[in-house]
Structures are given as structure tokens and as C-alpha cells.
């Protein structure tokens, strides 16, 4: 077995690589195919006439929008809850890091590192935290982009990935029981984080009003993010409404995500939004101009946030609690509790 563990490093490293490969490969085909045929002269006067009170607004609002995400986050705890600002730090820190590295899921480990190791939160809360978190999400933007469809006029091209997000978001929701109801089979009830978690996701079952109140956060919180795609359009000039706006962010955030790509998804993140806006009548060099703008407002702050926690704290310090930043308080009861230094 020992003589096998170089061959497997050996393999995940070449598997990294070829995911890196290919990131590289569809990055750049991708925006190779957003950028052409585009008129650089009038690409050019969008950006000497770029609004800049505009994009400062809509950044505003994407910055409410962050706080209203991290609030979402923070209802989902049914016991002691942590701190808004460390709410919003993790998440921000997690989606960042998506951002910069090609295996996505860094940062969902980075959030779960900094819950559990930094700030004593229950392996299984956190874990359950930032599934439901994923579930609502799923459920909102796959029922947002279903009323798009009612926008499109011809859907033949969008409808089957349409379609194909409702059904992963049905498929979400219904994960949830069917893992509560595994968890009590004795082949997993030997897997302390599987019970633990189980046992949080029963509790917000009898939680009415805060998994309630968290889906209408999410409600909000995408909305927010379409109106912030919708005053950088007004600002440069876009007949879109703020609905087009959202329906054209949610299509490029889940093409983005459901292929590998450069970091930030660069070029990939382009040619979605310009494919989208030309789906509602939007010209090639007007879109492909909002598109770079919308794509530094919704991926930079984020990025810029996991950034300063990286060289403030250090990679170990993140996520091994110690550090003289961001100690934990108490942390005599949090170990005995299981509950949350705040």
C-alpha cells in the first residue's frame, strides 16, 4: 500500500494538470469566440465613455448584495450564531479562492477549515451550513432562470440546460431527507460527520422560519446582483431591464461553473454574457464591453478579500486556529459545547 501512495501523487498531480490544460484550452477558445468579429473601434469608445458613477453604484449594490448573502448564511445557524463580519469574511475568502485556482471546490474546504478549525464551529453544522447553502441557491437561480425563459423568444438553445439546472436543483432538495434517512443505516451511522450532519439538517427541518426566512434572503440576494448587472447597463447605454440583466448573470455563472476554465473565468465568463445579451438583441461590442466590466464588479471583491485573508493570516494560520488575528474566544467551552467563539 505504502509503495502505491507516489504512484497516486504522481497521477493526481497529472490529473491536475490536464484539469489545468484544459481550463486553459476552454478559457481561451471561449473568449477567442466572444471577441470575434467584434468591432474594437466601438469596443473602445464603450470604454472612453465608461461610466464610472455608474459602475461605483452597481459596485455598491453587489457589496450589499454580499452582506445580504452573508446574513443568509448566518440564519442557518440555529444555535449560537457567529459574528455577521466572520460571516462574511469565510464566504468571501471560500468564493475568492474558487476564483483563483482551478479545483473549485478550495474553497468550500477553505470555508469549512476556518468554521471548524478557526472558529469551533461543529464539523457537522458547517458542513450542513454550506450544503443548504448550495441548495438554495440551486432552487432560486433555477427558478429565476425558468420565468428568463418567458423573455427568450426562441428557446430551442438555452431550454435544455435550463431544464437540466431545475432538475439538479428537484435533485438538491430531495438529497437532503434521503441523507437524513441514510444516516441512520448502520453502514454510515459509523461516520461521525454524516450522523452530525444529519442531525443539524433534521433540526433545520423543524426550523420553519429560519430556512423561510434564509430562502428569501436568497430571493434577495440574486436580485440585488441583477440590479447591480442593471445600472452598469443603464450606465453604458444597455436597453436591458433589470430582470434581462439577472437572467443574463445567473446563464453566465452557471455556464462558468459547469465548465473548467482560466482563473476567474476569464474569457469564459465573456462569452456567456455576450451569447446571453444576444439572445435579447444586445450588439456584439456593447455586450462584450458590459461583460468585462460586470465581470471585474461581481469577481474582484471577492478575490481581493481572500487575497488579504491569505497575507494576513497565512495559509496554516487560516485554517489551523492559531495566529494573534483571529483568535478564538473561549476556547475552553467551545471544545466542551461544540459551540461557536463569538
Known amino acids: 500500500m505504502l509503495r502505491a501512495f507516489p504512484h497516486t501523487a504522481r497521477r493526481g498531480l497529472k490529473d491536475a494538470r490536464v484539469r489545468a490544460a484544459l481550463g486553459v484550452a476552454v478559457g481561451l477558445t471561449l473568449?477567442?469566440?466572444?471577441?470575434?468579429?467584434?468591432?474594437?473601434?466601438?469596443?473602445?469608445?464603450e470604454f472612453n465613455s465608461f461610466p464610472v458613477k455608474w459602475a461605483v453604484a452597481s459596485l455598491a449594490v453587489m457589496m450589499l448584495s454580499t452582506v445580504v448573502r452573508a446574513y443568509r448564511w448566518q440564519r442557518l445557524?440555529?444555535?449560537?450564531?457567529?459574528?455577521?463580519?466572520?460571516?462574511?469574511?469565510?464566504?468571501?475568502?471560500?468564493?475568492?479562492l474558487n476564483s483563483l485556482v482551478p479545483l473549485r471546490v478550495a474553497g468550500e474546504g477553505a470555508q469549512f477549515a476556518l468554521l471548524t478549525l478557526r472558529y469551533g464551529v461543529r464539523r457537522g453544522v458547517a458542513l450542513g451550513t454550506m450544503g443548504v447553502e448550495r441548495v438554495l441557491d440551486l432552487v432560486v437561480t433555477a427558478s429565476l432562470l425558468m420565468a428568463g425563459l418567458t423573455l427568450i423568444p426562441d428557446k430551442g438553445d438555452v431550454l435544455p440546460y435550463v431544464v437540466g439546472a431545475f432538475v439538479v436543483a428537484v435533485a438538491s432538495v430531495i438529497a437532503i431527507p434521503f441523507?437524513?434517512?441514510?444516516?441512520?443505516?448502520?453502514?454510515?451511522?459509523?461516520?461521525?460527520?454524516?450522523?452530525?450532519t444529519a442531525g443539524y439538517l433534521t433540526d433545520l427541518g423543524k426550523a420553519k422560519f429560519a430556512i423561510t426566512s434564509a430562502l428569501f434572503l436568497t430571493l434577495g440576494?440574486?436580485?440585488?446582483?441583477?440590479?447591480?448587472?442593471?445600472?452598469?447597463?443603464?450606465g453604458m447605454g444597455l436597453d436591458i431591464s433589470a430582470f434581462v440583466a439577472t437572467v443574463a448573470i445567473l446563464g453566465a455563472i452557471y455556464f462558468t461553473t459547469?465548465?473548467?476554465g482560466?482563473?476567474?473565468?476569464?474569457?469564459?465568463?465573456?462569452?456567456?454574457?455576450v451569447y446571453v445579451l444576444k439572445l435579447f438583441g444586445v450588439a456584439q461590442a456593447a455586450s462584450f464591453s458590459y461583460a468585462v466590466g460586470l465581470h471585474a464588479i461581481l469577481f474582484l471583491p471577492?478575490?481581493?478579500?481572500?487575497?488579504?485573508?491569505?497575507?494576513?493570516?497565512?495559509?496554516?494560520?487560516?485554517?489551523?486556529?492559531?495566529?494573534?488575528?483571529?483568535?478564538?474566544?473561549?476556547?475552553?467551552?467551545?471544545?466542551d459545547t461544540g459551540r461557536i467563539g463569538v
Not at 495559509?315 to 492559531?322: P, Y
Open 31 to 45: 473568449g477567442w469566440l466572444a471577441v470575434r468579429g467584434v468591432d474594437w473601434g466601438l469596443v473602445a469608445e
Open 77 to 96: 445557524f440555529l444555535e449560537e450564531k457567529p459574528h455577521l463580519p466572520r460571516m462574511f469574511l469565510v464566504q468571501n475568502t471560500g468564493i475568492g
Open 262 to 273: 482560466l482563473p476567474a473565468s476569464l474569457g469564459t465568463f465573456e462569452f456567456a454574457v
Open 221 to 234: 440576494y440574486w436580485l440585488l446582483v441583477g440590479v447591480c448587472g442593471w445600472l452598469l447597463a443603464v
Open 302 to 335: 471577492p478575490i481581493l478579500i481572500a487575497v488579504a485573508m491569505l497575507l494576513t493570516l497565512g495559509v496554516k494560520s487560516m485554517v489551523s486556529g492559531s495566529g494573534p488575528q483571529m483568535q478564538r474566544s473561549e476556547p475552553a467551552a467551545v471544545k
Open 179 to 196: 441523507l437524513v434517512y441514510l444516516s441512520a443505516k448502520p453502514f454510515l451511522r459509523r461516520i461521525p460527520l454524516i450522523v452530525s
Open 258 to 260: 459547469s465548465l473548467p
